[in-house]
């Protein structure tokens, strides 16, 4: 099973991203997470101490293994190197492991001029692509709003893009924008989950905005979230609330394997 889940920042996606990952493992499933946002924020989420979270070096920032993998050296901006560079054992060697959950975090891309194809942005496209392709764990990648870290041919191969919203226009536009992109790219299941409800008018918001086959679930406004993320906690562990709702929505993406 492959997972992007998207959506504007503060929307609760992390939170999502997160849980998920953490249901999977705990269910016996080989699980990778991969915070593929540059504003980072799923260590915290999974479970992951702030020293721990602080060890984990970013895909993007490993400028030797850029350099070794790509053929590019450290100012490599205009010359020559690999395009499908080795990320095979990027995973195994690179990833730390909490709760069964093995954690990846690919980095800001620092692109260097309009249109650049710099060698980070070479190496997460083509770790993401090997993550969905090629690997058999559950992968969740907790994206940022847009989906540039995708390429077509990685895009298509996902079973799930979820998109994180709340209830409001302009996050049912952000899902209908997000939903005619990842057509554009071949996404076949593209699907809702609504956050931070407050009750039944929210509900009835949400269905007159949005068909039912692409509603996957709802997670209600909850202090115990909010609490977990100002403490660095997950809130797998502090908001059993979250996590029951969460399970659901798990259990309408297996229905599908």
Do not use: W
Request: proline fraction near 4%; charged fraction near 30%.
């Amino acid at each position: 099973m492959k997972i992007a889940v998207t959506g504007k920042g503060g929307v609760g996606k992390t939170t999502l991203s997160a849980v998920l990952a953490r249901l999977y493992a705990a269910g016996g499933r080989k699980v990778i997470a991969v915070d593929a946002d540059p504003d980072a924020n799923l260590g915290p989420a999974l479970g992951f101490s702030e020293d721990e979270v602080s060890a984990v070096t970013p895909i993007a920032d490993m400028k030797e293994l850029i350099e070794e993998r790509t053929g590019a050296p450290s100012d490599g901006m205009g010359k020559f190197f690999k395009i499908n560079p080795r990320v095979d054992d990027i995973p195994d060697r690179f990833a730390k492991e909490k709760h069964g959950v093995k954690f990846l975090v690919m980095g800001t891309v620092k692109k260097g001029g309009g249109g650049c194809v710099c060698p980070e942005n070479v190496m997460v496209k083509q770790l993401l692509s090997h993550l969905v392709i090629a690997r058999d764990e559950v992968v969740i990648m907790d994206m940022e709003a847009g989906l540039e870290h995708l390429g077509r041919g990685t895009a298509s191969m996902m079973d799930f893009l979820i998109t994180v919203i709340e209830p409001g226009e302009r996050s049912v536009q952000t899902f209908r924008r997000v939903k005619e992109l990842a057509a554009d790219l071949g996404i076949k299941r593209v699907s809702v989950v609504a956050n931070k409800l407050r009750g039944n008018e929210d509900r009835q918001f949400l269905a007159e905005r949005i068909a039912p086959e692409d509603l996957l679930g709802f997670i209600h406004l909850n202090d115990k979230v909010a609490e977990a993320d100002r403490r660095g906690l997950s809130p797998y562990d502090t908001s059993p609330e979250a996590v029951n709702e969460i399970r659901l929505i798990k259990d309408k993406i297996d229905e599908s394997e």
